[in-house]
């Protein structure tokens, strides 16, 4: 069964940092892209960040590039998304999801962690 | 960017009656290589994280039950729920995932009546 451990979330002051992890077990995580979204509360989806299985490639939503980073590490199978700069309208509840993946190509979100608050208020 | 519009917002149907939600995407995201459409739906439980349960538009994912349908093509698509059950209550998400970044409709809110 495929489960993902999302943790690191919490208050943070405008301007300051965060690390968030995502630990996955029960596929093989090294063949996987991994992504991090983002929910504010009350609100709708937002795709944040994708990393390719091996980790050379990276993307990111305009509204975070430059100051969130992912990277992974599939001898632990983690995939992290370091936060900085952070900004109030940061605030979300954050998922890290497993791409279906086929091919070499990868496709919608087939699961999802449950999520880790992340509030930046000072 | 490819914008996705829901509609409606928020709908309440009675329990055993059809629900229907539609999607539509700003360009069509029907690939020509493989004509799949890169549409997916996810259900989104009050406190839980979304559940995927369609992708390709219309291929339900593995477990749902198939009073859950979806259909469409190019740029205008529907969830369908054939009997509405309670546990059914939650807000509905389509996504396209044809070309990045990847985006998501606002949401679509089902009650029941």
């Known amino acids: 069964e495929v489960q993902l451990l999302d943790s690191g979330g919490g208050l943070v002051q405008p301007g300051g940092s965060l690390r968030l992890s995502c630990g996955a077990s029960?596929?093989?995580?090294?063949?996987?892209?991994m992504s991090w979204l983002r929910q504010p509360p009350g609100k709708g989806l937002e795709w944040v960040s994708t990393i390719s299985s091996g980790g050379i490639y990276t993307n990111y939503a305009d509204s975070v590039k430059g100051r969130f980073t992912v990277s992974r590490d599939n001898s632990k199978n983690t995939v992290y998304l370091q936060m900085n700069s952070l900004r109030a309208e940061d605030t979300a509840v954050y998922y890290c999801a497993k791409r279906y993946c086929s091919g070499g190509t990868c496709f919608h979100f087939e699961n999802w962690g449950q999520g880790t608050l992340v509030t930046v208020s000072s | 960017d490819i914008v996705m519009t829901q509609s409606p917002d928020s709908l309440a149907v009675s329990l055993g009656e059809r629900a229907t939600i539609n999607c539509k995407s700003s360009?069509?995201?029907?690939?020509?290589?493989?004509?799949?459409?890169?549409l997916a739906w996810y259900q989104q439980k009050p406190g839980q994280p979304p559940k995927l349960l369609i992708h390709w538009a219309s291929t339900r994912e593995s477990g749902v039950p198939d009073r859950f349908s979806g259909s469409g093509s190019g740029t205008d698509f529907n969830l369908i729920i054939s009997s509405l059950q309670a546990e059914d209550v939650a807000v509905y998400y389509c996504?396209?995932?044809?070309?990045?970044?990847?985006?998501f409709g606002q949401g679509t809110k089902l009650e029941i009546k």
């Open positions: 029960g596929f093989t995580f090294s063949s996987y892209d």
């Open positions: 360009q069509s995201v029907l690939h020509s290589s493989n004509n799949k459409n890169y």
């Open positions: 996504h396209q995932y044809y070309s990045p970044p990847h985006s």
